[in-house]
Antibody, heavy 112, light 107 residues
């Protein structure tokens, strides 16, 4: 069974940027689509973005398209999410997922 | 966008009883449906993929069924550790979408 460990969350002012990372272990990272799902306080799960195994295809929710960029480094078994122009409504726990594995999440808080 | 609708929003069940959770898709997703369990303060836990295949380590009391637009997750005999929120998710096309969740609570 694979493991995913997220990092990079924190408190940022509106309009700011953050870069999330997710390190994978215990499965063949490079063959799986990988993605991010978020959960706002007290709310349900919202898919954010996915990248193909080779990194040549990316998909985004309308709510983040143009502001967030997903990428991966298969040599480091690492997934990234660059988040720019952050808004209050981006406040959430961000989960890394892929290969039917999920991380424990990293908290992102947008507040002035 | 495919809209996933779960019912009921809350299900009150006594331990040992059967729980039946429903998930409906606004258009066919074939069998590209997953079920997740989430407890407070924890990450979602994968229960079922392909609408009916239990994930590794998931007890046999959890079973998924359905295809197309109608899906069911059945918990045959609720244990204390099963009280949680359950989500369905389609992975048939983009964007991936989740249902709003069903909370299974102790009656």
């Amino acid at each position: 069974e694979g493991q995913l460990l997220e990092s990079g969350g924190g408190l940022v002012q509106p309009g700011g940027s953050l870069r999330l990372s997710c390190v994978a272990s215990g499965f063949t990272f490079s063959i799986y689509d990988m993605g991010w799902v978020r959960q706002s306080p007290g709310k349900g799960l919202e898919w954010v973005s996915t990248i193909s195994g080779r990194g040549d295809s990316t998909y985004y929710a309308d709510s983040v398209r143009g502001r967030f960029t997903i990428s991966r480094d298969n040599s480091k078994n690492t997934l990234y999410l660059q988040m720019n122009s952050l808004r209050d409504e981006d406040t959430a726990v961000y989960y890394c997922e892929g290969g039917w594995n999920w991380g424990q999440g990293t908290q992102v808080t947008i507040s002035s | 966008e495919i809209v996933m609708t779960q019912s009921p929003a809350t299900l009150s069940v006594s331990p040992g009883e059967r729980a039946t959770l429903s998930c409906r898709a606004s258009q066919s997703v074939s069998s590209n449906l997953a079920w997740y369990q989430q407890k407070p303060g924890q990450a979602p836990r994968l229960l079922v993929i392909g609408a009916s295949t239990r994930a590794t380590g998931i007890p046999a009391r959890f079973s998924g069924s359905g295809s197309g637009t109608e899906f069911t997750l059945t918990i045959s005999s609720l244990q204390s550790e099963d009280f949680a929120v359950y989500y369905c998710q389609q992975y048939y096309n983009w964007p991936r979408t989740f249902g709003q969740g069903t909370k299974v609570e102790i009656k």
